[in-house]
């Protein structure tokens, strides 16, 4: 049994019993969450690299939530088929994202606020290259993060994909791990996304 906080985000993995010559593209695995209303929810797992399938939970329900791996390879049974229950227990810290739960639009459609109704004022900047090593990981980003919380941000907005007018091969999108993908773009790099992930936790705490 896996335990998280309300509102955070669990991450745990399956190993798979066979080998893929192209992983991320060859097989696809979903986890189908049900919580203690009984509503179900499929959630997409994701390639991390070598045997690893990842998936990433968070709920604002308190309680337990079942479990249960569905593979496009069913004979698969180290992806397929895999079931368990997750505790979700009330947090304890301060973070607000965790405290008031994610965001959406208010019912008069005029402002943001959290899912308990608390109000959100978005202000922030966008990084265009925020995840590549043009922002040097840890001591400038974190430097820049600094910066921003001491100005009263309260988001990051950052690019996850392809910068707009560059093109595939520019180096501009190399983060310490090299390019996102491998191959002629079609496969990706898991330790890219590792490092990326280090940089969007830093910003959420």
Avoid at 3 to 23: H, M
Avoid at 139 to 158: M, P
Wanted: aromatic share 14%; proline share 6%; glycine share 8%.
């Amino acid at each position: 049994m896996y335990t998280v906080w309300r509102n955070c985000v669990l991450e745990f993995s399956f190993q798979s019993r066979k080998a893929y010559k192209d992983p991320s593209n060859d097989v696809e695995l979903d986890v189908v969450f049900r919580g203690p209303d009984g509503a179900k929810r499929r959630v997409p797992a994701f390639w991390a690299g070598e045997d690893r399938w990842t998936v990433r939970f968070s709920s604002p329900e308190l309680g337990e939530h079942a479990y249960q791996s569905v593979c496009s390879d069913e004979e698969n049974q180290g992806l397929h088929g895999a079931e368990g229950v997750i505790r979700v227990r009330p947090y304890e810290g301060a973070n607000a994202l965790y405290v008031h739960g994610p965001l959406r639009v208010s019912s008069n459609r005029k402002y943001l606020e959290h899912e308990d109704a608390t109000p959100f004022l978005w202000l922030g900047d966008t990084w265009w290259y925020g995840l590549s090593k043009r922002l040097s990981w840890p001591e400038d980003f974190r430097l820049l993060v600094a910066d921003r919380a001491a100005k009263g941000f309260s988001v990051i907005q950052i690019v996850a994909g392809p910068y707009p007018g560059v093109a595939p091969t520019d180096r501009k999108y190399v983060n310490e791990a090299g390019f996102p993908w491998e191959g002629k773009w079609d496969s990706i790099n898991p330790a890219y996304f590792d490092l990326a992930d280090l940089r969007i936790e830093h910003i959420v705490s």
